[in-house]
């Protein structure tokens, strides 16, 4: 298994630079803790507390910082994005980087931000195919756009690197006949049932649409807030995650008024102290599965003392008594 952690790039107030540098801070703390990957998600209409739009930029800063940890998107939004330019961009950060990079690619779901592209998102489905399609050859060195163009620099090696993020049996089915790796989100949305409970069988019918050559990767992304009790982890992440399931209330993906407890449990959190947070994963249907656990604080925007920590007691205690092994040396793939 390999350890990850996902950043949305998010803080308290206004001082996006600030924002920035403490989420930049993370990949270096990551680094040095030795996890295997480090992600970002793209949004371009921003989440409380900020968000990135431009992913690549950032993961080309974080690899000048970095010397081994992975560089990943979770998700870039694929439509919203010229293939063609953006494998340019990926390439640029693989060179720079030594050939750390993963690249997740997605829908998305926001209609404002299609709009803002001039993107229709009742295609959403198709123009991600159409899109990955383009990516996925102009990475492979492959001429695109019109004869005798490649990208430069030349890409290589991106054919086990693609990963496509689900929401169902068939999305997982799909990302498997594409040869993608599969990205499960920390919770699933719309459903009443446990997210493990849900996600489950779409990660079985991913593997079992498998025909690649190559072993399949499973990239699990959960809530993870470790801290020396539940109570003291409450304080930092029960707020913002009480108001992110009421926002997603007020939009339909969960019931309207939730309570607090309810909330964690559509969040499918796991939090308070490490030996807690080991035995729920240890309950957890789809990590037996799964080749990469990525832990997240988001929808929680904790402060970032406390993400430092929280980092560090993932890596320290928890990872390593769900099985995982620190890498010393190289990249971590």
């Known amino acids: 298994m390999r350890l990850g952690f996902l950043t949305h790039v998010q803080g308290r107030g206004t001082d996006l630079a600030e924002v920035y540098r403490n989420a930049q801070e993370l990949f270096v703390v990551a680094d040095e803790l030795g996890f295997d990957v480090g992600w970002v998600a793209q949004h371009h209409v921003p989440p409380a507390g900020g968000g990135l739009s431009s992913p690549w930029t950032f993961l080309a800063h974080a690899a000048a910082r970095t010397t081994r940890i992975r560089l990943g998107t979770a998700i870039t939004v694929l439509p919203l994005e010229d293939p063609v330019r953006l494998a340019e961009d990926i390439s640029v950060v693989d060179t720079l980087s030594g050939g750390r990079v993963e690249v997740g690619v997605g829908s998305g779901?926001?209609?404002t931000e299609y709009a803002a592209f001039g993107r229709d998102v009742t295609r959403k489905r198709e123009l991600t195919t159409e899109g990955l399609a383009v990516l996925r050859a102009a990475l492979a060195g492959e001429e695109v756009g019109?004869?005798?163009f490649t990208i430069q620099p030349p890409a290589s090696g991106f054919g086990d690197r693609l990963w496509q993020g689900v929401f169902s049996s068939g999305g997982a089915e799909h990302a498997a006949r594409e040869g993608s790796n599969l990205l499960l989100n920390r919770a699933a949305y719309g459903y009443d049932e446990p997210t493990d409970e849900v996600q489950r069988p779409w990660a079985d019918a991913y593997l079992a649409a498998w025909r690649e050559p190559r072993t399949p990767r499973?990239?699990?992304s959960?809530?993870?807030?470790?801290?020396?009790d539940r109570?003291?982890?409450?304080?930092q992440i029960g707020d913002d995650v009480h108001r992110a399931a009421l926002r997603f209330g007020s939009r339909g993906v969960f019931p309207v008024g939730v309570g607090l407890e309810e909330s964690l449990r559509r969040f499918h959190a796991f939090y308070g102290h490490p030996d807690e947070i080991v035995a729920a994963f240890e309950r957890e249907r789809v990590l037996p599965v799964a080749t990469d656990l990525i832990t997240q604080f988001n929808p929680a925007i904790p402060d970032h003392d406390a993400a430092v920590r929280?980092?560090?007691t993932i890596a320290t205690e928890i990872a390593p008594a769900l099985g995982w092994q620190r890498q010393l040396e190289g990249a971590g793939r």
């Open 222 to 228: 959960r809530l993870v807030f470790p801290s020396s």
């Open 231 to 235: 109570r003291t982890a409450l304080a």
């Open 146 to 148: 019109t004869p005798g």
């Open 310 to 312: 929280a980092l560090e």
């Open 218 to 220: 499973i990239g699990l």
């Open 109 to 111: 779901a926001s209609e």
